[in-house]
T-cell receptor
Framework: GAVVSQHPSWVICKSGTSVKIECRSL??????MFWYRQFPKQSLMLMAT?????????EQGVEKDKFLINHASLTLSTLTVTSAHPEDSSFYIC????????????FGPGTRLTVT | EDQVTQSPEALRLQEGESSSLNCSYT??????LFWYRQDPGKGPEFLFT???AGEEKEKERLKATLTKKESFLHITAPKPEDSATYLC??????????????FGTGTLLAVQP
């Protein structure tokens, strides 16, 4: 149980375009979903916390107009990187909390974004 | 400020050579400490949650322990398939319902046959 998927697993886009990443909890309804980014050989940095039906809470320094988060249902959250630039190239990972273990986060496999 | 420090940054072991990874933390009231394993190009895989000092948890060759200032991940008789980055994270009380995790930078473990 507690399986989280992401789609796509990797994406290449041109500078100035937007790209959407999906995060799904496959076998449970997620209480909360989180979005992280990870640069090579660095740890995970939390970008935002998302609850179904409400606005996401962004961490300090994260541009909410650039990284749009939509949490339309208890099993789906999306991250849209708008007007992407090469510096947005990174590994984006989502996680979800299971209602039976609200403090534990279960992570998706990640999405590698490359902006050319 | 809540902080997590992991050491060593990298560790190379021979197969069967037991060792420990360290996670030191400062947090304004610990709700939980979490250990994850991350393989290259993959998302973190949940290993353990520890909630109070003195607590221990085991899974196969791994054992996690917790004190008021640090946690250890003991690896007994490691195998090459244990090679990965091991991440430690803490969750503070008083953060409302956000359940936010603060991660350390990880220990890269390489086990040679």
């Amino acid at each position: 149980g507690a399986v989280v998927s992401q789609h796509p697993s990797w994406v290449i886009c041109k500078s100035g375009t937007s790209v959407k990443i999906e995060c799904r909890s496959l076998d449970f309804q997620a209480t909360t979903m989180f979005w992280y980014r990870q640069f090579p050989k660095q740890s995970l940095m939390l970008m935002a916390t998302s609850n179904e039906g409400s606005k996401a809470t962004y961490e300090q320094g994260v541009e909410k107009d650039k990284f749009l988060i939509n949490h339309a249902s208890l099993t789906l959250s999306t991250l849209t990187v708008t007007s992407a630039h090469p510096e947005d190239s990174s590994f984006y990972i989502c996680s979800a909390t299971h209602p039976g273990a609200p403090y534990e986060q279960y992570f998706g496999p990640g999405t590698r974004l490359t902006v050319t | 400020e809540d902080q997590v420090t992991q050491s060593p940054e990298a560790l190379r072991l021979q197969e069967g050579e037991s060792s420990s990874l360290n996670c030191s933390y400062t947090v304004s009231g610990l709700r939980g400490l979490f250990w994850y394993r991350q393989d290259p190009g993959k998302g973190p895989e949940f290993l353990f949650t520890l909630y109070s000092a003195g607590e221990e948890k085991e899974k196969e060759r791994l054992k996690a322990t917790l004190t008021k200032k640090e946690s250890f991940l003991h690896i007994t008789a490691p195998k090459p398939e244990d090679s990965a980055t091991y991440l430690c994270a803490v969750q503070a009380r008083g953060g409302g319902a956000t359940n936010k995790l603060i991660f350390g930078t990880g220990t890269l473990l390489a086990v040679q046959p």
